[in-house]
């Protein structure tokens, strides 16, 4: 099932391959979070917007991610990173334009009134009140889109950028197994490792929370 032979022989591809597979996996969520957190914030205040633009970003992530790596082809070039990248960004909106709404919500009404009545302006309450307290729920989705990203991936392989996915197309092409797992086993730590890491991220943003679990 694992050749070690082949796996020591094809380490600096492999490292290249997980090197590509953690660039387009993880700007399309920092790329998404600059584009969602002012949408959100946008169908917070004008909740009219709200429904329309959740809407258009549950289409998009309802096609094929395959088909629309196709069809950007002729505009990005094959074998192009931003083949891959444009795509999953639209998929991450799909789930942290929500979550910003949700976490933007989440914030009590008497929290908010406090807050203006010591002076805060909108600025200020936004960054020192309103999202320190929906870092949980931001965060929540940011999880969900990264591990998704992830996975997602793997399949831009069949359009000729798909870092790990690579291995996928090697092994099932020379039936050979060793790539399909190696493949598999670093596509699952890498997002166990991302998931952890914001995890320990949530903790250190929200200092509040293990003062008042401890207690």
């Known amino acids: 099932m694992i050749r070690?032979?082949?796996i020591g022989r094809n380490l600096p591809e492999i490292r290249e391959l997980l090197g590509d597979h953690i660039v387009m996996a993880l700007l399309p969520i920092l790329l998404g979070l600059l584009i969602a957190l002012p949408l959100g914030l946008a169908s917070v205040r004008w909740r009219r917007l709200y429904q329309p633009t959740v809407g258009i970003?549950?289409?998009?992530?309802?096609?094929?991610?395959?088909?629309?790596?196709i069809v950007l082809i002729p505009i990005t070039g094959l074998a192009e990173q931003a083949t891959v990248i444009v795509p999953l960004t639209f998929y991450a909106l799909a789930v942290l334009i929500p979550s910003v709404v949700d976490g933007i919500a989440s914030v009590p009404t008497h929290v908010r009134q406090s807050a203006v009545a010591m002076g805060f302006g909108p600025m200020r309450?936004?960054?020192?009140?309103d999202l320190?307290?929906?870092?949980?729920?931001?965060l929540a989705g940011v999880r969900v889109a990264t591990v998704s990203s992830i996975s997602l991936v793997s399949v831009g392989a069949l359009v000729g950028r798909?870092?790990?996915?690579?291995?996928?197309?090697?092994?099932?092409q020379r039936?050979?197994?060793?790539?399909i797992v190696v493949g598999i086993v670093l596509i699952l730590?890498?997002?166990?490792?991302?998931?952890g890491l914001l995890v320990v991220a949530q903790r250190l943003?929200?200092?509040?929370?293990?003062?008042?679990s401890s207690a």
């Open 57 to 69: 970003m549950n289409v998009v992530y309802s096609l094929p991610s395959l088909a629309v790596f």
């Open 205 to 212: 943003l929200t200092p509040w929370a293990r003062a008042r």
């Open 189 to 195: 730590l890498l997002a166990l490792a991302a998931d």
């Open 132 to 138: 320190p307290i929906a870092v949980p729920v931001v």
């Open 175 to 179: 039936q050979f197994p060793t790539p």
């Open 125 to 129: 309450r936004l960054l020192q009140v």
């Open 162 to 172: 798909g870092g790990l996915g690579y291995l996928f197309i090697d092994g099932w």
């Open 4 to 6: 070690w032979d082949w």
